[in-house]
């Protein structure tokens, strides 16, 4: 499996970026995708998660209303649209990918594939 991130970058406070992720490797259509993120010093912690089919989406309540995460089943890559950036969204963004008709999660450990991630730097 092979999750390939784009799209970090510098943006200042109140700004966005979008992140993609191009999934390969595996049966995209039949795995629960999701972001998850990690400033120094702190534990890799869940962003967002979306079913296999894209109809439930799933939100850590620090980005709830600002992030949006898709999917695009015939091109094997999820997004995750971040509007109205914060100081605090300062992170490496990592994708990840559950295994094959696994459910959501918002652990960590229970998610078999990983990026390399993608800094997001948000000035103020």
């Known amino acids: 499996v092979r999750l390939v991130e784009s799209g970090g970058g510098l943006a200042q406070a109140g700004g966005s970026l979008r992140l993609s992720c191009a999934a390969s490797?595996?049966?995209?259509?039949?795995?629960?995708m999701g972001w998850f993120r990690q400033a120094p010093g702190k534990e890799r912690d869940f962003v967002a998660a979306?079913?296999?089919?894209?109809?439930?989406?799933y939100y850590a309540d620090s980005v709830k209303g600002r992030f949006t995460i898709s999917r695009d089943n015939a091109r094997n890559t999820v997004s995750l649209r971040m509007n109205n950036l914060k100081v605090e969204d300062t992170a490496v963004y990592f994708c990840?990918?559950?295994?094959?008709?696994?459910?959501?999660?918002?652990?960590?450990?229970?998610?078999?594939?990983w990026g390399q991630g993608t800094q997001v730097t948000v000035s103020s």
């Open positions: 990840t990918a559950r295994g094959l008709q696994a459910p959501v999660s918002r652990r960590p450990g229970e998610y078999r594939s």
């Open positions: 979306i079913s296999r089919s894209g109809s439930r989406t």
């Open positions: 490797g595996l049966t995209f259509r039949s795995s629960v």
